[in-house]
C-alpha cells in the first residue's frame, strides 16, 4: 500500500514532516525580508517599497511557514489521549485559529510595499499603518494571532503532560518565533531553538508505529499450533 493511500502512514508523516519543515520556512522567511534585516534601531520606513521582490518572497514565505504549522498542530492534538484531552482540546484550537490569523496578516506586507511605491514612502507606511490599527484588523487578526501562540504553547505543554513530547519543546518553540526576527543573532538561536522543539516533536511522529500513533492496542502474537488449532495447554 503506497504511503498516499494509507491513511495513518500518510497523517503521521505529513503532521511530522511538517513540524520539522515550518521552522525552516519561517526563518528562511526572516532572512528575505528586507526591512528585518535593517536590524531594530534603523529606519524601515520605504524600504518595502525599494525592494518589492524580496518582499513578495519574504511575505509568501512567511504565510507557508504558518500554514506549515497547521498540520503539525493536528497531529499534536491527535496524540494527546487519556491525559489532559480537555486541555489540550482546547489549547489545540486557540493554536489552530490563531495561527490562521498570522498567516492572514502577511498579506499586509504586500500592500506596504505597492503603497510605499504608489505614494511617497512615509505616507504610504503611514496609510498602510493606519490600516492595520483599524480595530477589525486588531481583533479580528492580530490578537487572535498572538493568542495562537499562547495556545501553541500550551498544547506542548498539554503533549508534555500526556508523555507525548520533552517539557522544554513548548518553550523552545515559542522563544524561537519570538525571537527569530531579531536579526541576525536573534534569527540565528530562535531558529534554532524552533527548530528543536518542533523538530523533537516531529521526529517523533516519524519514528513511531502506526499503531502507536492511532492509539490502537499492539495484538497478541498467535500461539496457536501449525495445524491452526489452539495449542494445548494441559
Same mark, same amino acid.
Do not use: K
Given at each position: ?86 486541555? $489540550?482540546? #482546547? *489549547? @489545540? +484550537?486557540?493554536?489552530? %485559529? ?5 498567516? =492572514? /496578516? ?79 543573532? $536573534?534569527? #540565528? *538561536? @530562535? +531558529?534554532?531553538?524552533? %527548530? ?5 516533536? =516531529? /521526529? ?31
Amino acid at each position: 500500500m503506497s504511503v498516499l493511500a494509507d491513511p495513518r502512514t500518510f497523517r503521521r508523516s505529513a503532521a511530522g514532516l511538517c513540524l520539522i519543515i515550518a521552522p525552516l520556512v519561517y526563518v528562511a522567511g526572516i532572512v528575505v525580508d528586507p526591512a528585518l534585516r535593517q536590524g531594530r534601531g534603523d529606519d524601515t520606513v520605504g524600504v518595502y517599497g525599494q525592494y518589492p521582490e524580496q518582499v513578495s518572497v519574504s511575505a509568501s514565505m512567511l504565510h507557508w511557514s504558518w500554514v506549515l504549522l497547521l498540520p503539525g498542530i493536528i497531529g499534536m492534538i491527535h496524540l494527546i489521549r487519556q491525559r489532559g484531552v480537555v486541555f $489540550g482540546h #482546547i *489549547a @489545540g +484550537g486557540l493554536a489552530f %485559529l490563531g495561527i490562521v490569523n498570522f498567516s =492572514g /496578516l502577511m498579506l499586509g506586507d504586500f500592500f506596504y510595499s505597492r503603497l510605499e511605491r504608489a505614494l511617497p514612502a512615509a505616507a504610504g507606511a503611514m496609510l498602510a499603518d493606519q490600516a492595520f490599527a483599524d480595530p477589525g484588523a486588531r481583533f479580528a487578526f492580530q490578537i487572535p494571532g498572538f493568542i495562537g501562540l499562547v495556545g501553541l504553547f500550551l498544547l506542548g505543554l498539554a503533549l508534555a503532560y500526556a508523555r507525548r513530547g520533552p517539557w522544554w519543546a513548548p518553550f523552545a518553540m515559542l522563544a524561537g518565533i519570538l525571537t527569530g526576527p531579531i536579526f541576525p543573532y $536573534g534569527t #540565528i *538561536a @530562535g +531558529g534554532a531553538l524552533y %527548530l528543536a522543539g518542533a523538530g523533537v516533536i =516531529g /521526529l517523533r511522529m516519524l519514528r513511531m508505529s502506526d499503531d502507536e500513533w492511532s492509539g490502537e492496542p499492539v495484538q497478541p502474537a498467535f500461539t496457536g499450533s501449525p495445524s491452526g488449532n489452539l495449542a494445548n495447554t494441559r
